[in-house]
């Protein structure tokens, strides 16, 4: 079975440019997340999606933040426009629809540096 | 105060050494627990996963959750340089109540 797929896995980009990240979850599995995990931190959820609607989007900082998932399967992220403190890994996760909270699968992840 | 707190260590032990990793909680609510094991440049894996309080063991691993002192531990036996990692405590109220990490513990097994 193949595992969470992400792109690009790195990207090095100028503060106020744009970035935008792709997740493609495991066959599947209904429920998507996006994590932040700046250095030396655990992973913070930004968003979660099940099949291609919102649950919880409460630590998405909106105002330059957005994601969406098409047609319930892949993901894309992004960041419009980028700020040195998001300077972190983004990972993405999947996890099945009756799966508990410790079914999740988490890609590779991209590591982003704002510069 | 961060709900989930977890030294980060780094932790350095010798080989075949017994390894301790502990987290305390401040959210009642929390009732599964999890442990994630990190590599360096790669995404967390779950290495045990428990609902409520008790021990669960999974070969040379141990989980522990002592929910009236808020606390759960992870213990290694006969600990391996391969064992050398991040460890991330992990929480949850359960159903699709987001899922808290700590901040991770860096271990290096010395062989």
């Known amino acids: 079975e193949a595992g969470v797929a992400q792109s690009p896995r790195y990207k090095i980009i100028e503060k106020r440019q744009s970035v935008a990240f792709w997740c493609n979850p495991i066959?599947?599995?209904?429920?998507l997340y996006w994590y932040q995990q700046i250095l030396g931190q655990g992973p913070k959820l930004l968003i979660q999606?099940?099949?291609?609607?919102?649950?919880?989007d409460s630590q998405l900082p909106k105002d330059r933040f957005s994601a969406e998932r098409l047609k319930g399967v892949d993901s894309t992220l992004k960041i419009q426009p980028a700020k040195l403190e998001d300077s972190a890994v983004y990972l993405c996760?999947?996890?099945?629809?009756?799966?508990?909270?410790?079914?999740?699968?988490f890609g590779p992840g991209t590591r982003l540096t704002v510069l | 105060q961060k709900e989930v707190e977890q030294d980060p260590g780094p932790l350095s032990v010798p080989e075949g050494a017994i390894v301790s990793l502990n987290c305390t909680y401040s959210?009642?609510?929390?009732?599964?627990f999890m442990w994630y094991r990190q590599y360096s440049r790669k995404g967390p894996e779950l290495l045990m996963y428990?609902?409520?309080?008790g021990n669960k063991e999974d070969g040379r691993f141990t989980a522990q959750v002592d929910k009236s002192s808020k606390y759960i531990s992870l213990f290694i036996r006969d600990s391996q340089p391969s064992d050398s990692a991040t460890y991330l405590c992990?929480?949850?109220?359960?159903?699709?109540?987001?899922?808290?990490f700590g901040t991770g513990t860096k271990l290096q097994v010395i062989p």
């Open positions: 428990t609902y409520s309080s």
């Open positions: 066959s599947g599995h209904a429920t």
């Open positions: 959210n009642s609510a929390f009732q599964y």
């Open positions: 999606f099940q099949n291609n609607g919102v649950v919880d």
């Open positions: 996760a999947s996890s099945p629809l009756a799966g508990g909270p410790g079914t999740q699968y």
């Open positions: 992990a929480m949850s109220g359960g159903g699709y109540q987001k899922v808290t």
